[in-house]
């Protein structure tokens, strides 16, 4: 093994790994981006650089890096108990507490909510995945079996697992891997900006995107149809703000046929809107929510899905005769993971971080509009809490696509000047979604070397 300690790191990464959703071609010629260190909203790469990160990891370092009240809970709650499953009915106290506590924060923080019971995962494609199982489990429960289709949206990013990849709504998510599966539907995507047709309000774009779904349900026949799942930003897909109404008016028709509504707030909960969860930015009364990220500013791998009253009833009525809810994971509720997510939201609740990116989401809006508004491939910047795009055009007035790619380099050129964003996948956008804890000066100073990659990057994007 002794001389495998002379091989650079980069090479026996490209010796050694794969890596998720990257280009396996450009691993083997240009090696990985290696990091070796964070702290607070900044992170280091191999060579010392250190760099701004715009993304908070992928939008969930939520409290920022390298806290020590987090490292000492997880070292203590290590030491006390390293593991414990919760299969057959076994439990332990930190996880107990913060079942409680979730479910507490949500009732109280999201008008309407009656969420009765929490379910512990690993990721937030393992939440989705348990929201669809918990889906289809209920309606058989209630002996409609077959009232199992999911309508999702496209542009939706919901995760990378078989189900949660079908939910997705990004094609190249589903390229070569026969996705996505039956049953999973993908109605249009709710972005004005992009989609709405010459002259059309976004009420009016609201409107179609309804009837749209009415005919989706009519067509398919409502007794087939089990649920509806949104995330109340979509935010891998480019950072689309749900246009006016269109939650209310999406419920009313959910409400009519007897259709669930599963609110993917992965990204979205523990204060990224400016509020707890986007369930109460925008007026969601969802009866699944899916969580992750932000539930242990990703300190730990953990998961939650929180059931609604109407859904705990039917399998609280049916156990006796079902048995055993026959789903879970070794580390389903795990108590390191349970005892870091209580640490971290004893800080968020300390920092009041929430109300920090409801007054800094502007501040990082304004600070992108004045430094890269008048360019001309920009096309729209937008945001919400501390979650903003910028999305990038060919032509400002007809909002012609410029091809997706271009934004990347962008991103290379903004990793230069010691800033990390993110370009993504579905349309010319980039995303910035720092850590809840940055600062007016820290945006100021992001947004600066931001612009400063735009300008750079302009001769290559023409
Ligand atoms: N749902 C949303 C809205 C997400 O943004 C993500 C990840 O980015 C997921 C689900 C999947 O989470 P994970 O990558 O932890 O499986």
């Not at 091989?7 to 050694?16: F, G, K, P, Q, T």
């Not at 010459?198 to 007794?223: C, H, W």
């Not at 509504?261 to 699944?288: K, M």
Request: some cysteine; charged content about 20%; aromatic content about 8%.
């Amino acid at each position: 093994m002794d001389d495998r300690a002379n091989i650079s790191l980069a090479d026996l990464d490209r010796e050694a790994l794969f890596h998720p959703v990257s280009s396996i071609h450009d691993l083997q010629t240009k090696g990985p981006v290696i990091y070796t260190g964070a702290q607070g909203v900044e992170v280091t790469r191999e060579g010392g650089q250190t760099l701004i990160d715009m993304g908070a990891g992928l939008w969930c370092v939520n409290v920022g890096y390298g806290r020590p009240e987090l490292v000492a809970a997880g070292a203590q709650a290590m030491q006390d108990l390293s593991f414990q499953h919760f299969f057959g009915g076994a439990s332990a106290e930190p996880t107990i507490r913060l079942a409680d506590r979730l479910l507490g924060l949500f009732n109280e923080t999201v008008p309407g909510a009656d969420m009765a019971r929490v379910f512990f995962g690993c990721s937030g494609s393992d939440a989705n995945d348990t929201a669809l199982k918990l889906v289809i489990y209920y309606n058989n429960l209630r002996g409609l079996p077959a009232k199992k289709k999911v309508i999702s949206r496209k542009g939706a990013y919901h995760g990378l697992t078989y189900a949660a990849a079908s939910l997705t709504g990004i094609e190249g998510y589903h390229t070569a891997f026969d996705l996505p599966m039956p049953g999973v539907l993908h109605t249009s995507c709710p972005h004005h900006y992009a989609f709405a047709q010459d002259g059309e309000t976004e009420a009016a774009f609201t409107d179609r995107l309804i009837v749209e779904l009415e005919e989706m349900i009519a067509r398919e026949g409502a007794d087939t149809v089990a649920a509806f799942i949104a995330e109340p930003v979509m935010g891998t897909g480019g950072v689309f703000l749900p246009p006016a109404g269109y939650f209310d008016r999406v419920q009313q028709v959910l409400d009519r046929h007897d259709i669930l509504l599963i609110a993917d707030e992965v990204i979205t909960g523990f204060g990224r809107t400016g509020a707890w969860f986007g369930s109460e930015t925008y007026g969601i009364r969802p009866d699944i929510v899916s969580l992750a990220k932000g539930l242990t500013s990703a300190y730990f791998p953990m998961s939650a899905s929180i059931v609604s009253r109407r859904i705990w009833e039917v399998l609280e009525g049916a156990s006796a005769k079902m048995g055993a809810l026959m789903h879970g994971f070794t580390y389903s509720g795990h108590p390191v993971g349970a005892a870091i997510a209580m640490a971290n939201l004893d800080l968020m609740e300390a920092e009041d971080m929430p109300a920090n990116a409801a007054r800094l989401g502007p501040v990082l809006l304004e600070a992108l509009r004045s430094k890269v508004g008048d360019h001309p491939l920009v096309g729209d910047i937008r945001g919400v809490g501390l979650m903003a795009a910028v999305e990038f055009v060919a032509d400002r007035a007809t909002r012609a696509r410029l091809p997706v790619g271009a934004h990347k380099l962008v991103a290379a050129h903004a990793m230069n000047q010691g800033v990390l964003t993110r370009a993504l996948p579905f349309l010319p956008v980039t995303s910035m979604s720092p850590p809840l804890s940055i600062t007016e000066g820290q945006i100021d100073e992001a947004t600066t070397r931001y612009a400063r990659a735009l300008e750079a990057a302009t001769p290559e994007m023409l």
